[in-house]
């Protein structure tokens, strides 16, 4: 019943999750089931497979997918629209400001101001840009495949 809701879905909203299918991207898209015993919604994840031939989405992009007129396989029912949110890292779309879990990270440094900074605490200004560390240590964008057995070769992409 959950698939039926998604694939009913024109537009979707969705974060990309590691997958090792070609041409394609995974999504997982937040949906709200009702409980008709205790009439509240509860979150649940829905699993959307949507086409991406130039594998433009890395794990953690925030993406708005749209369903294709035709299926074009069994799971890819959708295509990438538009890359809303790269690297998950979220803008408020009214402020134009960025946002740290549910606060605006000038509220953040403004409170680290007035009660004083940590020497743990992270800082934002100072911080490469996010996907700095591809090839490094992520290799998100590289293309994965599933390692069946050991043949004494070096296989850095294997999952």
């Known amino acids: 019943m959950a698939l039926a809701a998604a694939s009913k879905s024109l537009l979707l909203l969705g974060e990309c999750v ?14 709200f089931e009702l409980d ?9 994840w829905e699993f959307v ?24 396989t069994r799971l ?9 949110y790269p690297h ?10 960025k946002v740290v879990g549910g606060k605006f990270r000038d509220h953040v440094e403004a409170v680290n101001r ?5 020497a743990t ?17 992520d290799f998100s964008h590289v293309d994965t495949y599933v390692k069946y ?3 004494g070769e070096d296989q850095p992409y294997a999952v």
Request: aromatic share 8%; hydrophobic share 30%.
């Open 36 to 44: 008709t015993n205790l009439l509240m919604y509860f979150r649940t």
């Open 76 to 84: 890819i029912t959708h295509k990438v629209k538009e890359i809303v």
């Open 149 to 151: 057995h050991e043949n």
């Open 121 to 137: 605490a992270f800082d934002y200004d100072s911080a490469p840009d996010r996907g700095w560390l591809e090839d490094i240590k």
């Open 88 to 97: 998950g890292d979220v803008i408020d779309p009214l402020t134009g400001k």
């Open 114 to 118: 007035i009660y004083g900074k940590t």
């Open 49 to 72: 497979y949507a086409l991406d031939p130039e594998k433009k989405c890395k794990t953690g992009d925030v993406v708005l997918i749209e369903k294709c007129p035709e299926q074009l």
């Open 18 to 31: 590691p997958c090792l299918k070609h041409n394609a991207s995974k999504f997982k898209v937040r949906r």
